[in-house]
Antibody, heavy 117, light 107 residues
Framework: EVQLVESGGGLVQPGGSLRLSCAASGFTFSSYWMSWVRQAPGKGLEWVANIKQDGSEKYYVDSVKGRFTISRDNAKNSLYLQMNSLRAEDTAVYYC??????????WGQGTLVTVSS | DIQMTQSPSSLSASVGDRVTITCRASQGISNYLAWFQQKPGKAPKSLIYAASSLQSGVPSKFSGSGSGTDFTLTISSLQPEDFATYYCQQYNSYPPTFGPGTKVDIK
């Protein structure tokens, strides 16, 4: 059974940093692109970033470029999102997702990030 | 960026109804279109990819069609567990973008 479990969310002040993790199991992690997708409270879904199987390609939505970094550790079956210079508008539930043919097929349960003073 | 629109934004339907949701892309995206279902407080669930292919384990009451700019998601016979918000997503070009969602509730 495919499982994706996010962690690392919490309350952080504007300008602060946070590192999200996603632990994957039930599939060969190193064979899949992986993505982060977020959802602000009461809003729709927004794709944030994705990463190729070997980490050699990474893509970001413009609003996080230069502030967020996606990475992975295939030996640990883990996906990460390092978030720096956080803003109030980054407040959201962040979902980790496995990509099949460039679109998510499995999702984690999400972790809430709140940016507030 | 490619803009995605959905219509209607919400609809009320009864159990057993046939429901159709429309998604339109601001430019052609071939068949790089996915559909997702989300229930309140839950993670999205993937339903359809490549406009018309069902994800593993998704019941056949869900179907998708379309190509280019216009797409539809159809639920053949609405059941209580299908009341949710549905999102389309284009993944033809970066960044992948989602539609604003269509909320399906009980009439």
């Amino acid at each position: 059974e495919v499982q994706l479990v996010e962690s690392g969310g919490g309350l952080v002040q504007p300008g602060g940093s946070l590192r999200l993790s996603c632990a994957a199991s039930g599939f060969t992690f190193s064979s899949y692109w992986m993505s982060w997708v977020r959802q602000a409270p009461g809003k729709g879904l927004e794709w944030v970033a994705n990463i190729k199987q070997d980490g050699s390609e990474k893509y970001y939505v413009d609003s996080v470029k230069g502030r967020f970094t996606i990475s992975r550790d295939n030996a640990k079956n883990s996906l990460y999102l390092q978030m720096n210079s956080l803003r109030a508008e980054d407040t959201a539930v962040y979902y980790c997702a496995r990509d099949k043919l460039w679109t998510p097929d499995y999702w984690g349960q999400g972790t809430l990030v709140t940016v507030s003073s | 960026d490619i803009q995605m629109t959905q219509s209607p934004s919400s609809l009320s339907a009864s159990v057993g109804d046939r429901v159709t949701i429309t998604c339109r892309a601001s430019q052609g995206i071939s068949n790089y279109l996915a559909w997702f279902q989300q229930k309140p407080g839950k993670a999205p669930k993937s339903l359809i990819y490549a406009a018309s292919s069902l994800q593993s384990g998704v019941p056949s009451k869900f179907s998708g069609s379309g190509s280019g700019t216009d797409f539809t998601l159809t639920i053949s016979s609405l059941q209580p567990e299908d009341f949710a918000t549905y999102y389309c997503q284009q993944y033809n070009s970066y960044p992948p973008t989602f539609g604003p969602g269509t909320k399906v509730d009980i009439k």
